[in-house]
């Protein structure tokens, strides 16, 4: 199997995803790494001998992350987050990684990839970390800002058989983003999804509030891309502003440094409960190839278990998966 | 001036509100309050002589929290809530407050106290504290699901002027909650509002993203009733998960309370600061008569506030300038 990685994407390239790639080819052998991007950057991270299974193609440009998606993807043809996806399309490899622009790596994705036969919209997936120490694969948070009904049905289809498939949950619980567990409660779009995701062949929870996302109450979260962009970014708003300003308090003066010293194991292991980097990268789902988001802040690690989600992706067939179900649970639906 | 308050509702009620109350006439001996509810729980509290600006409306029913709210309303029609609104309506007093039931409160305002002239839909605001030490007024979070963008126009005015009249702030800034700062970013609604605001009278600084919500990115932060109810509950939850998780981290070994006792002043001061009990109540905005609702685990000191901030509401006429302001702005907009 080959898996191509843009080795420019994410904050700590292309340390983390050369370093990624080492890692992901030892454990598995099987495995060849296409690392796309500056030849040398790449090779200077790969000191020695190159193994037999890492390759490198060579690119000239980079899609920063403040760069404009559909700008860039256009402009930036020799950029390696492109040509990681065209290569995937071209069944050159038969997956894409990035830990770049998510912005474009959906365009690129959707321009180059093309979407899977019967998915108007493909959708972008992420995990959100619950306190039951696992992850929330929540999906839409961004493709498809204005979704129609039968698109959340299908989400919810492929969100279930990615969890199920990939991450190794059993039955995912599926759940519907609402202001309201009982159900008629929400707008339009939830009180249409409602019944298809109840006559879906799916294990269904009903609907779930916000604030029940990070105590477990679902595997799989199924809601517009606008609304689960808005979701994504409260709840890490929300962490990232609590944890610097403890951390503000927590450094105000020596006493309290002590303090902090004595609970850092703690609080060293509630991050760790809610560190989402061993679920490897997030999946776009509804291309014809599979295509994996990793987190922009990915270490080697975060790599190596996003290319370890990509095989996994591959090796369990699960577009063809998602096709067949598809079929079946959306007959008569279409737009 | 006279304000009604629901004495049953909130967590921590009659006691709360008899406390709260006691405290408001002290400070403003100008007022009289309404205390509606059962006589006996509320004399209870009335420890010794009752103030002459102190009165006692009985009612025999209480809308619980749980209760479904249009059926609460509809069939509780003695419940100290509707009471309080009802006497809103029907001018004996100048305002209501209650700490119950979200739902039921808005229901009730809808029902008996009624929309203002030219306005659709009246909005659930609410305060997210911020990291300035100030709130963001947040509207609407919940009361209109399927909003229409002059809808948002006409929460953003109102918000506006309710954060410079009642909350004192100076030209206060509006955003739009969106996906993305960008201009032309978001769904069919926040791309149809962003000219309405650009044009509109208003201080507005664009597209505000969730994760800057806590960073305090605006004074008023304007949405449709299904995402900011989204947004608020993703905050909320979000904010009690990680406490919940590390006071159990440092409640888990004695070394570890140590080191809690020693930073516990540091973490009050922060929770201190993320406080918006200060703030007194939310407003019902676009009812004919004014309805504060306040957090629903409000102590005396909360109830006190949102009395102060509803005859804050009424003195300054906020109601009459909101009509004004809406017909320069809204001029040619209608459904």
């Given at each position: 199997?080959?898996?191509?990685?843009?080795?420019?994407?994410?904050?700590?390239?292309p340390?983390?995803?050369?370093?990624?790639a080492?890692?992901?080819?030892?454990?598995?052998?099987?495995?060849?790494?296409?690392?796309?991007?500056?030849?040398?950057?790449?090779?200077?991270?790969?000191?020695?001998?190159?193994?037999?299974?890492?390759?490198?193609?060579?690119?000239?440009?980079?899609?920063?992350?403040?760069?404009?998606?559909?700008?860039?993807?256009?402009?930036?043809?020799?950029?390696?987050?492109v040509?990681?996806?065209?290569?995937?399309?071209?069944?050159?490899?038969?997956?894409?990684?990035?830990?770049?622009n998510?912005?474009?790596?959906?365009?690129?994705?959707?321009?180059?990839?093309?979407?899977?036969e019967?998915?108007?919209?493909?959708?972008?997936?992420?995990?959100?970390?619950?306190?039951?120490?696992?992850?929330?694969?929540t999906?839409?948070?961004?493709?498809?800002?204005?979704?129609?009904?039968?698109?959340?049905?299908?989400?919810?289809?492929?969100?279930?058989?990615?969890?199920?498939?990939?991450?190794?949950?059993?039955?995912?619980?599926?759940?519907?983003?609402?202001?309201?567990?009982?159900?008629?409660?929400?707008?339009?779009?939830?009180?249409?999804?409602?019944?298809?995701?109840?006559?879906?062949?799916?294990?269904?929870?009903?609907?779930?509030?916000?604030?029940?996302?990070?105590?477990?109450?679902?595997?799989?979260?199924?809601?517009?891309?606008?609304?689960?962009?808005?979701?994504?970014?409260?709840?890490?708003?929300?962490?990232?502003?609590?944890?610097?300003?403890?951390?503000?308090?927590?450094?105000?003066?020596?006493?309290?440094?002590?303090?902090?010293?004595?609970?850092?194991?703690?609080?060293?292991?509630?991050?760790?409960?809610?560190?989402?980097?061993?679920?490897?990268?997030?999946?776009?789902?509804?291309?014809?190839?599979?295509?994996?988001?990793?987190?922009?802040?990915?270490?080697?690690?975060?790599?190596?278990?996003?290319?370890?989600?990509?095989?996994?992706?591959?090796?369990?067939?699960?577009?063809?998966?998602?096709?067949?179900?598809?079929q079946?649970?959306?007959?008569?639906?279409?737009e």
């Open positions: 199997m080959r898996i191509a990685v843009d080795a420019m994407g994410g904050d700590n390239a340390r983390s995803t050369v370093q990624g080492l890692a992901a080819v030892k454990e598995n052998p099987s495995l060849t790494i296409v690392l796309v991007g500056d030849e040398q950057g790449i090779r200077s991270q790969l000191s020695g001998e190159i193994p037999a299974n890492i390759e490198i193609v060579p690119t000239t440009e980079v899609i920063d992350p403040d760069d404009e998606p559909v700008k860039a993807v256009r402009r930036k043809k020799n950029s390696s987050l040509v990681a996806v065209q290569m995937a399309r071209e069944n050159l490899v038969d997956a894409a990684i990035s830990a770049g998510t912005g474009a790596l959906m365009t690129a994705g959707l321009l180059y990839a093309g979407r899977m019967g998915i108007e919209r493909p959708a972008l997936a992420t995990f959100i970390p619950n306190i039951k120490g696992r992850v929330t694969l999906l839409d948070v961004g493709a498809n800002m204005d979704a129609k009904p039968h698109h959340l049905l299908q989400y919810a289809v492929m969100g279930s058989l990615y969890a199920e498939r990939v991450l190794g949950f059993e039955k995912p619980t599926v759940g519907l983003l609402n202001v309201g567990t009982e159900e008629g409660k929400g707008n339009e779009l939830t009180k249409a999804v409602f019944p298809l995701l109840t006559d879906a062949d799916l294990n269904f929870v009903g609907n779930v509030e916000a604030r029940d996302v990070l105590e477990g109450a679902c595997d799989v979260l199924v809601c517009d891309g606008f609304v689960g962009n808005v979701l994504l970014k409260a709840v890490e708003g929300a962490a990232a502003t609590i944890f610097s300003q403890l951390k503000q308090e927590f450094t105000s003066s020596l006493i309290n440094k002590v303090g902090a010293a004595i609970l850092k194991p703690g609080l060293m292991r509630f991050r760790k409960r809610m560190d989402y980097a061993e679920y490897g990268g997030a999946p776009l789902l509804g291309l014809r190839s599979p295509v994996i988001k990793a987190h922009g802040s990915s270490d080697a690690k975060a790599v190596k278990n996003a290319i370890a989600s990509a095989a996994t992706f591959v090796k369990q067939d699960v577009n063809e998966i998602i096709q067949k179900e598809l079946k649970n959306m007959t008569g639906e279409s």
